[in-house]
């Protein structure tokens, strides 16, 4: 399995940027995908996550009603529209698929991690 982020860049702090992420592979049997974020000197922490059996979503008290997690077209793949960056949103942000079912701010229970893509509102 892998996966592959996309979206990242530069952007003013009030600006938005969209991020996506697709798996390959034998993902069939997944059950959600997720985004994490990691600030320099931080842990990484959970962002928000997609179930496929069912469409809810999650996410961190930092981003919500900032940010929206969607399927891509029944594919195995997400987006992360974000809208009202701040310049504490700047970090790397991971994408992750789960194939097992759990808790999905956990990042212990994701699989499959894709390559990470930089993400910086500053002006």
């Known amino acids: 399995v892998q996966l592959q982020a996309s979206g990242g860049g530069l952007v003013q702090p009030g600006g938005s940027l969209r991020l996506s992420c697709a798996a390959s592979g034998r993902t069939r049997s997944s059950r959600a995908m997720g985004w994490f974020r990691q600030a320099p000197g931080k842990e990484r922490e959970f962002v928000a996550a997609?179930?496929?059996?069912?469409?809810?979503?999650d996410y961190a008290a930092s981003v919500k009603g900032r940010f929206t997690i969607s399927r891509d077209n029944g594919k195995i793949a997400v987006n992360l529209q974000m809208h009202s960056l701040k310049p504490e949103d700047t970090a790397i942000y991971y994408c992750?698929?789960?194939?097992?079912?759990?808790?999905?701010?956990?990042?212990?229970?994701?699989?499959?991690w894709g390559q990470g893509t930089q993400v910086t509102v500053s002006s």
């Open positions: 992750a698929l789960r194939m097992v079912y759990g808790s999905p701010s956990n990042r212990a229970s994701y699989d499959y």
């Open positions: 997609f179930r496929w059996t069912d469409g809810s979503t």
